[in-house]
């Protein structure tokens, strides 16, 4: 593993959980790599924004775009490593239906149930 | 104007600007109405995100759905009302990178340095 | 319950279904709510557009957006509730390809034959 | 000029105006022949649905996917051959607000405003 | 059949394989001939661009708009027909990551993992 | 400038031209490090596949998002250093009309006309 990859592992684990990180290395150990190295180490270090503001901008980025599987992790992250608790998550959901409609929050929020009952 | 449009304004003007918010109304009365009764009043309301929180959600949101006037007039109210400031908005814009790629940032980011210059 | 939700609610109903209104309270009874008073008593009240142009404006935004668990209530409650038949609705979904291409129709056509088989 | 693309051109002339088909033609005649023989030509052509319900579908997807100079020709179709009004095009947008969320339906909006100066 | 979907049948068969056709058919007959008449037929049958070119192509729109069934069909029809191999899709499928982000590449790869197994 | 930027730079440049990694600095030199050192230095140099499929992917993706600054820059790289010349370009444009339909493609069209003026 790079030294990169070494510094970024922390802030990826903090973010989705070390199961989290485990199943995004099953799925593909090559795109782990890179956004550990790309995206955890060389931006989440900008001390411009603390954690809890990136998981924030991070969740409302996932509602947005759909994209449920990384949304699920990116809350259990939340919850299990105290970034965001489960009233906070609701009303950023509750929040995106201005910017993208009831469709998408929804399904963001059945997400978000389903994890909840974890904690 | 109603009641529920009398309480959600001012949080409406922290968010778009006294400007962003008469631009708006000029765009389509209906919908900034709407908006501001059912999204500022009703939803931004709710204590569990304070107004930051609020904020990098909503400029999150819009860096990844690409809908830059929006875009614009959130980053705009975010300077002016001392909710972010540049360095903020700059990393927040670095970040969505990770989720959505550097086209959709490039673009944001464009948008976020004309609105720098006015600052 | 409020007034507006009360107002909202027959039409909710009339897109929906009784199940769907019921399956969406239990995904997020707030949501549900939000989207009761300010989309169906706030928006489908006005009577520019009647029910069935509402139904179909929803169905084709649904395809656009592949909000395909949204969709599958929609086409539902447009044939328990005679709002379209089925003939219209894949003629709608074929359509779409025009403006969206076949992989967005196939994915809700499949959607569409599956609620097809309970009427 | 095919035989389906005499069959097409009619429909296409009903939805986008006869200004739109030649500003189509001026961008691209080969996406125009396509569009036309296998969009209007062999799917506007089934009665399942009427010419204005498969306008208001149209539009409801373009203001979805925030295709605005689409959107731009076939709300001046519509108004120009009376397939809607501009009260039904407002009400349409204001509902898409509940399925894709404020910023693009403000967005569409103003499409549509510069289109009524026109009428 | 028509001349032209006789004409399509065998490019649609080399892009997704026998059974994906079949599938595609079964999913929805209309739109199977709508797609083999006017995209395979009509477009595929240009010598501008090889099938090899084409097939990245698709892939690469695919990954883009993560329609994942479609997806699925074309990487298993590209190693069937030795349009591409496994490292061709992988790489592909991580090149992307740069135009969309992670999400929707670690969402493809798993599709594109799950199809591997079968070669 | 990192030895990684180095070594990415000239794949930039074979694919934006020297004018369009210019441009990309001025409107962000973070983010144009980024996605040198990142994009173009980790990812474009693996060999399984060639620079002229990545090009297609990357313009596959582009007008597929609706990404059309960028498609810009990408489509002249392209025509200036030979990675693919008019006919392909539009051919590949018109093939994406059957993932992503007729008004993306028509956009990306524009777009194409224009570069192609130059050349």
Do not use: C
């Amino acid at each position: 593993m790079s030294e990169k990859f070494e510094q970024g592992k922390p802030l990826a684990e903090l973010h989705l959980g070390e199961a989290g990180v485990a199943a995004a290395k099953d799925s593909s150990p090559e795109l782990l790599n890179f956004v550990v190295e790309h995206g955890f180490a060389d931006m989440y270090t900008d001390d411009s924004l603390d954690q809890k503001s990136r998981k924030i901008a991070t969740i409302a980025s996932l509602v947005t775009s759909g994209r449920l599987p990384q949304l699920e992790w990116h809350i259990r992250g939340a919850l299990e490593n105290d970034l965001m608790n489960k009233d906070e998550v609701k009303a950023l959901i509750i929040q995106m239906t201005i910017y993208i409609g009831y469709p998408s929050a929804f399904n963001a929020m059945k997400v978000a149930n389903n994890v909840f009952t974890e904690f």
